[in-house]
Structures are given as structure tokens and as C-alpha cells.
Nanobody, 122 residues
Framework: QVQLVESGGGSVQAGGSLRLSCVAS?????MAWFRQAPGKEREWVAV???????KYVDSVKGRFTISRDNAKTIVYLQMNSLKPEDSGIYSC???????????????????WGQGTQVTVSS
């Protein structure tokens, strides 16, 4: 079992910044951030693998940065130029599953944190 604990959520005005952190109880190759707004499906936001390959959903490119600490047990999500549509519950996910070179972080073998609320007001 892998435990994931997120922190860093909060309320900010549009254009502001927040930094989310997710601490894993052990190293996992793939770590990702997802978000879910009220009434909407959960959306993948960004992923980093153990080789520091990064990917982002198009809507956050240039504004969000995902990174890991040296021990690769903490993943961060630096969120700049926040927009109201970025609001939601942000959850950290971890997985060791890779298919065709891509991390699979929303599968049956994934671990999830409890989530942290991000609210961006206009």
C-alpha cells in the first residue's frame, strides 16, 4: 500500500498562484495530479515519471509546473495565473504501471490521496 497526502490548496483570486504538495509513503515511478470540478468528471492535469518526463493537459500548459523532490517521494504542482475554471478538488495519484511508455495513473493499480480544494475567484 502507498499512502499519499496532499496539501497546499486554498482560495485565491484569478491570476494568483498556489503550490500543491503530495507526499508519498514510498517511491512510485509515476505520480500525477488530477482535478474534479463540481458536476464534472475527474480530469487528468499533469504527470511526472521516475525519469522526470513531464506531461500536461493542454489547458494548463505554460501555467502549471509539476516536479518531484530529489528522493522522488514528493510531487509538487506549482499553479500560476490561476483561472476560475481551475477550481476543483485536486488529487494526487501514484502508479507503477507504464504502457507504451506512458504512465497509467488512473487504473485499478493506482493509489490516491484524499484531495485538496482549490478555489479561484474572479
Amino acid at each position: 500500500q502507498v499512502q499519499l497526502v496532499e496539501s497546499g490548496g486554498g482560495s485565491v483570486q484569478a491570476g494568483g498562484s498556489l503550490r500543491l504538495s503530495c507526499v508519498a509513503s514510498t517511491y512510485v515511478f509515476c505520480m500525477a495530479w488530477f482535478r474534479q470540478a463540481p458536476g464534472k468528471e475527474r480530469e487528468w492535469v499533469a504527470v511526472v515519471d521516475g525519469r522526470d518526463n513531464l506531461k500536461y493537459v493542454d489547458s494548463v500548459k505554460g501555467r502549471f509546473t509539476i516536479s518531484r523532490d530529489n528522493a522522488k517521494t514528493i510531487v509538487y504542482l506549482q499553479m500560476n495565473s490561476l483561472k476560475p475554471e481551475d477550481s476543483g478538488i485536486y488529487s494526487c495519484a501514484a502508479s507503477s504501471v507504464v504502457r507504451a511508455g506512458r504512465c497509467i495513473t488512473n487504473g485499478a493499480d493506482s493509489y490516491w490521496g484524499q484531495g485538496t480544494q482549490v478555489t479561484v475567484s474572479s
